[in-house]
Structure formats: structure tokens, C-alpha cells
């Protein structure tokens, strides 16, 4: 069989550039669209967000404001929030793995299968 110079021997994919983007066949939604298209999409999807109005105490607003000096105010509150959201299914798992562990230890010490 002759090599075919599209699909060379390697597990490596092509190299992602703009040529190799022209050649793509890039579709939005089940429908080709052109790279314009195909960018203003994906530009679209990375910058989607949902806006919230919510009413802060003026002590937790104040935190926030001091801080917004460094970085912007609402990447800010998000990057908190997901930390926050991060650690406590973090917790929770710990939380379960503990209660597991703990449970296991229980149940071999009080049905006889420990010495002492």
C-alpha cells in the first residue's frame, strides 16, 4: 500500500495552523460554516455569560471593592465562587471517604474480627 502524505505515520496530530484551519471542515450546529463563522462561534461561546442582579450587604461589597483594585470586580466574585464551590465538593468527598473509612472500622471491631 503507498503512504498517503494526508494521514502520515504518526499518532501525533497536525499541526494547528491557519493553512491546516482552511483545509478543516468546520461546522456549527450540524451546518459547515466558514473559519469566520466557525471563530465568531467559538468567540461567541467563550465570552457567554449569565447576568445576575444581587443585593450585597455593604460590608461584603466594600471586601470585594478593595480587593477589584488588584483584578476586575466580577472575575473577581467568580473566581471566589468557584473556589468556593471547588472546596466543598472537595470537602464533601473527604466527607464521604472519611465516613467509609470510619464505618469499615467500626464494623470490624465490634463483629469479633479484631485481636485484642
Known sequence: M???PSFPDSDDPPECTLENMKKARLRV?????SLEEWQAS???????????????????AAWF????????????????LREAIHSKELEEAL???????????????FDGN???
Open 2 to 4: 503507498k503512504p498517503n
Open 29 to 33: 450546529g450540524l451546518k459547515d460554516v
Open 42 to 60: 467559538v468567540r461567541k461561546r467563550l465570552n457567554e455569560s449569565v447576568n445576575l442582579n444581587i443585593t450585597l450587604e455593604p460590608d461584603i
Open 65 to 80: 471593592k478593595r480587593r477589584a483594585e488588584i483584578t476586575e470586580f466580577n472575575g473577581l466574585i467568580n473566581s471566589i
Open 95 to 109: 466527607r464521604k471517604l472519611t465516613h467509609g473509612e470510619l464505618q469499615h472500622v467500626l464494623l470490624t471491631s
Open 114 to 116: 479484631t485481636k485484642g
